[in-house]
């Protein structure tokens, strides 16, 4: 399983995938897992496509992408197709119940690193998180460039990032950042408590997890 966030966006995920990363020194995860800082995303997305060759896509059963996530109340979810099937679906439902900020389940988000997985046939979950009065702008600008048409308004959260108007380290929310790590922390704890089973479910529907 893959975690990751592309190198220019916002420092917060950045400090939850470290946050992951301390907890796991101590506590090893009983199932492998990489957490992965990309590289050179401006120049073709090499770093994303060398880890995919090194560690063929045969061997990542799937991955998790942080994106924008340090800004916000309201956690997203892309793509729908990946939230509600494959391995993803029973974790995302236990993740769900377990904790009360409002999540909600795009067909897709801003393009990031987990293009190249689905690519390569990786089942793919990318998380971020907005304040509350973007969401619907978000909504409406995802389902508008889902069916290929450009978003008549742009969400206030796309500043944050990119050299955007607020792309500074100061405007990242320590309660938002908090929050993804918890939300991960469950997810992934019910993921390798219960990855064997789900994995069997999945091969015989003809995934690629092993």
Same mark, same amino acid.
């Given at each position: 399983?893959?975690?990751?966030? %592309?190198?220019?966006?916002?420092?917060?995920?950045?400090?939850?995938?470290?946050?992951?990363?301390?907890?796991?020194?101590?506590? #090893?995860?009983? =199932?492998?897992?990489?957490?992965?800082?990309?590289?050179?995303?401006?120049?073709?997305?090499? %770093?994303?496509?060398?880890?995919?060759?090194?560690?063929?896509?045969?061997?990542? +059963?799937?991955?998790?992408? !942080?994106?924008?996530?340090?800004?916000?109340?309201?956690?997203?979810?892309?793509?729908?197709?990946?939230?509600?099937?494959?391995?993803?679906?029973? #974790?995302?439902?236990?993740?769900?119940?377990?904790?009360?900020?409002?999540?909600?389940?795009? #067909?897709?988000? #801003?393009?990031?690193?987990?293009?190249?997985?689905?690519?390569?046939? =990786?089942?793919? !979950?990318?998380?971020? $998180?907005?304040?509350?009065?973007?969401? $619907?702008?978000?909504?409406? +600008?995802?389902? +508008?460039?889902?069916?290929?048409?450009?978003?008549?308004?742009?969400?206030? =959260?796309?500043?944050?990032?990119?050299?955007?108007?607020?792309?500074?380290?100061?405007?990242?929310?320590?309660?938002?950042?908090?929050?993804?790590?918890?939300?991960?922390?469950?997810?992934?704890?019910?993921?390798?408590?219960?990855?064997? %089973?789900?994995?069997?479910?999945?091969?015989?529907?003809?995934?690629? %997890?092993?």
């Amino acid at each position: 399983m893959c975690a990751s966030t %592309g190198a220019n966006d916002n420092a917060a995920a950045v400090c939850v995938l470290l946050m992951l990363l301390k907890s796991y020194i101590h506590h #090893p995860p009983s =199932i492998p897992l990489d957490i992965v800082f990309f590289d050179l995303e401006e120049c073709g997305h090499l %770093g994303r496509l060398a880890y995919i060759e090194r560690c063929t896509a045969a061997s990542i +059963a799937a991955m998790i992408n !942080l994106d924008i996530c340090g800004v916000g109340n309201t956690l997203l979810c892309a793509s729908d197709r990946y939230a509600r099937t494959t391995p993803f679906a029973q #974790p995302l439902r236990h993740t769900l119940q377990k904790n009360a900020l409002p999540c909600y389940i795009l #067909p897709t988000l #801003p393009a990031s690193d987990d293009r190249s997985f689905e690519k390569a046939g =990786i089942p793919t !979950l990318s998380l971020c $998180m907005i304040p509350d009065s973007d969401l $619907m702008v978000m909504v409406a +600008a995802m389902h +508008a460039l889902h069916r290929g048409k450009q978003p008549q308004q742009r969400p206030s =959260i796309l500043d944050t990032f990119h050299n955007g108007c607020r792309d500074a380290p100061d405007t990242v929310e320590d309660e938002a950042m908090q929050y993804v790590l918890y939300w991960m922390s469950d997810f992934l704890e019910y993921f390798e408590a219960n990855f064997n %089973g789900m994995y069997r479910t999945y091969n015989t529907i003809g995934g690629q %997890g092993e």
